[in-house]
C-alpha cells in the first residue's frame, strides 16, 4: 500500500511524507475512494501474484509480461456477445460528403418528364433550406444524369455509373429510406460514426472493440484508412473526432493506417536497437507507468501500457500485412489497376480485405468529394469510376474466400441531396444541396438478406414514404448482427448508461436480416 | 428459442416443481430483497399478483402470459428476462412454468410437469460450458490458443481463436485440445501449422459447426478424416492442396452447407 509512514520525521500531522494517493486528495467523495482504495488492494494481489509467477520462471509460459497482465485487470465489459453473431467483422466504405442517391440508388423515373420544373410546394412540406440554396430564385427539379437498368434476380435498379456493383447486387441489401437530424456535414458525419452530433461520443467501430475485443491481438482492433482523393475541389475535412473511443479508454480507438510503405510512422526500430532492447526499454518505460498508476490509480496509465505493447506487437504484424506479393493475380482483375498504387480508394478495399482476413473487428475506408454542389453529372462519375470496381472486388473477393458470411459490409454517406439544382440546372450540368430526410446505403453479407431492397422516398426521393430508417436502427442493426442488444452494450459516464443508440428508441431493422 | 418436444410427464406442485425454477432465476430481482416492476415471484400467491403494470400470468394460458412471454422472447429484446447478463431459462425450466400455467397456475393442487424428450427441436450446440470455462480457458493458455465463448448462452460452445499467433497451433496442439472438444463449435485455424494429421483429433471434434483451413497445407487425405463430423455446416478450404477427390469426399458430410475452395488445385 502506498502510504506507509517513513521513518524519517515527517512535520505534517495528516500524512507521513508519502508521495500523495488519491486518498489526499480533498473534494474526493468518501465512495470514490474507497472504491478506489479497493481497486488498489485487489491490484496489489495480483501485481504480487504476477511477479511470483514470474519469479517461478512462469511468465513466459503466460506470453506476457507481468505490468501487461495488470493492464488487463483494469475493468473489462463481459466480452461475450448476447447471443451468437452472425459478423465477425465489419468493413465500413463511407462515402463522405454524400453522394446523391439520384444518380447512385434511388432510381427517379418520373422526374424525367419533370425538367427545370419548380419542386411543389407540397413536397417539401415548408422545410428550411440550407444557406446555400434558400435564396435561390427557385427550385428547378434537376433529373438524373445517368440511366439505370434492372439487374441480377433481384431486378434492383442500378445506375450506369456502377457497371461492377451491378453484377453483385444480388449480394446486397439496399435500404433507401435512410434518414438523420443533421443537414451539414460535420454533424451529419458524427452522427454516422458516433450515434450524436456532438463530438466526444465513441464511435461505431469503438463500440465494437469495447465490447468484443480483439480476435488477433497482434492487430488493432478497430482501424481506419482514407483514400486519396479523386477530385481536388470541395473537399470535406475529416477528422480523429470520427473514429475517437469518446469517453471509453482510448485504446478503442482506431488506429489510422497511411498508405504505402510506412503504414504506422516511427513503427521501425532505429539501426542498431534489435527486438531485445526494443523489449527491454519497454518494459523499462511500463515499470515507471505502473509506478505512477499504483500512486495516482489513473486508468489512463494501464492505457498507455497497453498502447506500447501494441505497438510493439505491430512491429512485427505490420510489415507482413504490408506486403502484398502473396496476392494472385487475380487480386488485380477484381479491384483493378489502381489498387497497385497506395492510397487509393482500390488499394484500401484490398488492406481492408487483408485486415479482416487477419482478425482486424471494424476497418473504416473513407472517400470524400461526394460533395457535389455544382458539376454534379461530371464529379460523381469521376466518384463512381473510382470506387465502382474496388467496391465490387471486395465484395467478390470476401465472397470467394469464404468470408462474406461472418464479414458486414456497409456503403454509405451522410445524408442525401436534393432533388433540385442547387445553381443553375442545364440539360447535362448542375448541383445538388443537402438533404437529410432521406438518402441510400447498404449493406452485404453478415446475415443481411441478399438482393433485397427495403424502404421506399416519394417520386422526388424528398420524403420517406414507407419503411423509414434512422440512423440508429441502422446502428441497433448493425450491432445486433454482432451479438449485441443496442440497449445493453453500454458504458457509464456522466451519470447516465450511455449507449451508441443514444435515449430516443432505436429499432432493429429485422426485415433486412436473412 | 428452442422449444423441447414433449417427451413424457410426470407430477408436480408449485412447491416442487415452479418455485425452484422461479427462485433460481428470478429470485434476486424479483424476491424478498428486491421487487424490480413492483413484481415478486417466490410466492403462488405473489405471482398471482402481478406487477406494478398488472397480471404477469393468466391462468389456464401460457401464451397470453407476460411472465411466460418475456421468457420465451430472443434472449437480445429489451424485454427478455432474466435481464441482464443472467442466462435465459432452460428449455426443461420454461416447460415447468408453461406446464403450471396452464394447468391453471394452481397453489397446491397437483399438475402435470412435461418434461423435454431425447429429441429437441433446435439442439444445443454444446454442452453448458460455465463448469468447464476455467479448465478450457487454462489449457488454451498453456497451448498458445484461445477458446472463447461464442455468446452468454452457456450451451453455444467455444471458438477456438488462433489468429493472434497462427504459429502456436500445430497439430500436437488440436490433439491436446481433446478434453474440452465437445465445447469447440467453431475452429479459425486459417495460417496455423496444422497438416492433415491433426485432422485426425478434429474429426472427434463432434460439435463443430465450422472449421477454416484458408492457408494451411491440409489435402484430401485430411478432408478423409473429418466426414465423421456430423454437424459440420461450414467448410473453409481456400489456398489449401485439397483437390477434386477431397472435394467430393465433403459431400459425405450430412450437415454441410458451405464449402470454399478458392485457389486450390
Known amino acids: ?514 | 428459442m428452442a422449444s423441447a418436444s414433449r417427451g413424457w410427464a410426470e407430477p408436480g406442485t408449485f412447491a416442487d416443481s415452479v418455485a425452484p425454477v422461479l427462485e433460481h432465476n428470478c429470485s434476486k430481482c424479483h424476491g424478498a430483497t428486491k421487487q424490480k416492476a413492483g413484481l415478486r415471484l417466490d410466492s403462488n400467491a405473489a405471482v398471482l399478483r402481478g406487477s406494478d403494470d398488472g397480471q404477469v400470468v393468466k391462468p389456464g394460458d401460457a401464451g397470453g402470459s407476460e411472465l411466460f412471454r418475456r421468457i420465451t422472447l430472443p434472449p437480445a429484446d429489451d424485454d427478455f428476462m432474466p435481464s441482464g447478463d443472467r442466462p435465459p431459462l432452460s428449455p426443461a425450466e420454461i416447460l415447468v412454468l408453461e406446464s403450471w400455467i396452464a394447468a391453471g397456475a394452481p397453489s397446491t393442487a397437483a399438475f402435470e410437469v412435461a418434461r423435454p424428450g431425447l429429441a429437441v427441436v433446435e439442439p444445443p450446440a454444446a454442452p453448458d460450458y460455465r463448469p468447464r470455462l476455467a479448465e478450457a480457458t487454462a489449457l488454451a493458455r498453456t497451448l498458445g490458443v484461445r477458446l472463447v465463448p461464442r455468446s452468454r448462452v452457456p450451451t453455444d460452445g467455444l471458438v477456438l481463436r488462433t489468429a493472434s499467433a497462427p504459429a502456436n497451433c500445430d497439430d500436437e496442439v488440436l490433439a491436446k485440445l481433446a478434453p474440452i472438444a465437445d465445447l469447440i463449435v467453431e475452429a479459425e485455424l486459417a495460417r496455423t501449422r496444422v497438416t492433415d494429421r491433426g485432422m485426425e483429433a478434429v474429426g472427434r471434434w463432434a460439435n463443430l459447426v465450422s472449421i477454416d483451413l484458408t492457408h494451411t497445407a491440409v489435402t484430401s487425405d485430411g478432408i478423409a478424416r473429418l466426414t465423421t463430423l456430423a454437424r459440420l455446416e461450414s467448410l473453409n478450404l481456400t489456398s489449401t492442396k485439397v483437390d477434386s477427390r477431397g472435394l467430393a469426399l465433403v459431400r459425405k458430410l450430412p450437415a454441410l452447407r458451405e464449402v470454399w475452395a478458392f485457389g486450390t488445385p
Open chain 1, 1 to 514: 500500500m502506498p502510504g506507509t509512514p517513513s521513518d524519517s520525521a515527517h512535520h505534517c500531522s495528516d500524512h507521513g511524507g508519502e508521495h500523495p494517493t488519491v486518498l489526499d486528495l480533498p473534494y474526493v467523495p468518501l465512495s470514490l475512494k474507497r472504491e478506489w482504495l479497493e481497486a488498489e488492494t485487489r491490484r496489489h494481489f495480483l501485481a504480487r501474484g504476477s511477479k511470483a509467477l514470474a519469479w517461478a520462471g512462469l511468465a513466459t509460459l503466460l506470453g506476457r509480461s507481468a505490468p501487461h497482465l495488470l493492464a488487463d485487470t483494469a475493468a473489462l465489459p463481459d466480452r461475450r456477445p448476447l447471443f451468437a453473431p452472425k459478423a465477425k467483422r465489419a468493413i465500413y466504405l463511407f462515402m463522405a460528403g454524400a453522394p446523391s442517391q439520384f444518380e447512385t440508388w434511388d432510381y427517379k423515373p418520373k422526374l424525367a418528364g419533370m425538367f427545370a420544373q419548380n419542386l411543389p410546394e407540397s413536397v417539401r412540406g415548408g422545410q428550411v433550406l440550407t444557406g446555400m440554396t434558400a435564396s435561390q430564385a427557385g427550385l428547378p427539379i434537376a433529373p438524373s444524369f445517368y440511366k439505370f437498368a434492372q439487374q441480377g434476380k433481384s431486378g434492383t435498379w442500378v445506375s450506369e455509373l456502377f457497371p461492377w456493383t451491378g453484377k453483385v447486387v444480388d449480394d446486397i441489401c439496399l435500404i433507401k429510406s435512410l434518414y438523420t437530424e443533421a443537414i451539414n456535414h460535420e454533424p451529419a458525419i458524427l452522427t454516422m460514426t458516433t450515434g450524436n452530433m456532438f463530438p466526444g461520443k465513441p464511435s461505431l467501430g469503438s463500440w465494437l472493440a469495447y465490447g468484443l475485443g480483439a480476435i488477433n491481438e497482434e492487430l488493432p482492433t478497430f482501424v481506419v484508412m482514407t483514400s486519396k482523393i479523386p477530385i481536388k475541389e470541395n473537399v470535406q475535412a475529416l477528422s480523429n473526432r470520427l473514429w475517437s473511443s469518446g469517453f471509453l479508454s482510448p485504446e478503442y480507438s482506431a488506429v489510422a493506417l497511411r498508405s504505402g510503405s510506412e503504414p504506422v510512422l516511427y513503427l521501425q526500430d532505429p539501426k542498431g536497437v534489435g527486438r531485445d532492447v526494443r523489449r527491454s526499454m519497454i518494459d523499462g518505460v511500463n515499470e515507471l507507468n505502473q509506478q505512477l498508476f499504483e500512486r495516482v490509480g489513473d486508468p489512463e496509465i494501464n492505457t498507455r501500457i497497453s498502447q506500447y505493447e501494441m505497438a510493439f506487437r505491430m512491429q512485427t504484424s505490420v510489415p507482413e500485412l504490408n506486403d502484398f506479393s502473396d496476392e494472385p493475380a487475380s487480386t488485380w482483375d477484381l479491384y483493378g489497376p489502381k489498387a497497385k498504387e497506395p492510397g487509393t480508394f482500390a488499394y484500401n478495399c484490398l488492406m481492408a480485405r487483408r485486415l479482416a482476413e487477419r482478425g482486424v473487428r471494424f476497418t473504416q475506408v473513407f472517400l470524400r468529394t461526394w460533395d457535389n454542389h455544382t458539376k454534379l453529372p461530371a464529379h460523381i462519375r469521376v466518384m463512381c469510376e473510382d470506387s465502382d470496381r474496388p467496391t465490387y472486388g471486395l465484395i467478390t473477393d470476401l465472397k470467394r474466400r469464404g468470408m462474406l458470411d461472418d464479414t458486414l459490409v456497409i456503403w454509405g454517406g451522410e445524408f442525401g441531396r436534393t432533388v433540385y439544382s442547387q445553381g443553375k440546372l442545364e440539360a447535362d450540368n448542375y448541383g445538388r444541396d443537402h438533404h437529410p430526410r432521406c438518402f441510400s446505403m447498404w449493406m452485404c453479407g453478415a446475415g443481411t438478406k441478399p438482393g433485397m431492397t427495403y424502404g421506399e422516398t416519394d417520386d422526388f426521393s424528398y420524403n420517406i414514404v414507407k419503411d423509414p430508417v434512422h440512423v440508429r436502427d441502422l446502428h441497433a442493426t448493425i450491432l445486433h448482427q454482432f451479438g449485441f442488444n443496442h440497449n445493453k452494450l453500454t458504458f457509464k459516464f456522466q451519470g447516465l448508461d450511455q449507449k451508441l443508440t443514444g435515449v430516443l428508441p432505436a429499432r432493429v431493422i429485422r426485415e433486412v436480416l436473412a
